[in-house]
Nanobody
Framework: VQLQASGGGLVQTGGSLRLSCAASGRTFGSYAMGWFRQAPGKEREYVAGISWSGGTLYYADLVKGRFTISRDNAKNTVYLRMNSLKAEDTAVYYC??????????????WGQGTKVTVSS
């Protein structure tokens, strides 16, 4: 599976962005998908995850209520809608394919990352 993330950019505090991650390969629907982010000088952190069916969702506490993960298996695409953005959301966002685990995600494949900058 190859993953291509897009949709990052510069946005003001309180604004919104939607990230997309397009996957190649006919097995997309069999993978859980996730979004991680890495801010400068910090470790990569797990932000959101969605099961292969879309029936199970996970959100980190820091983004709960503001971010929404979704997927369209017909389009081989996973999305991350980000609302009420804060300066601390500034990071490179990576999509990943793998498996959901309790409070975690096991990644098999990674996309290249898309940068999100939130300015105050």
């Amino acid at each position: 599976v190859q993953l291509q993330a897009s949709g990052g950019g510069l946005v003001q505090t309180g604004g919104s962005l939607r990230l997309s991650c397009a996957a190649s390969g006919r097995t997309f629907g069999s993978y859980a998908m996730g979004w991680f982010r890495q801010a400068p000088g910090k470790e990569r952190e797990y932000v959101a995850g969605i099961s292969w069916s879309g029936g199970t969702l996970y959100y980190a506490d820091l983004v709960k209520g503001r971010f929404t993960i979704s997927r369209d298996n017909a389009k081989n695409t996973v999305y991350l809608r980000m609302n009420s953005l804060k300066a601390e959301d500034t990071a490179v966002y990576y999509c990943t394919a793998g498996a959901l685990r309790d409070l975690g995600f096991i990644s098999d494949y990674w996309g290249q990352g898309t940068k999100v900058t939130v300015s105050s």
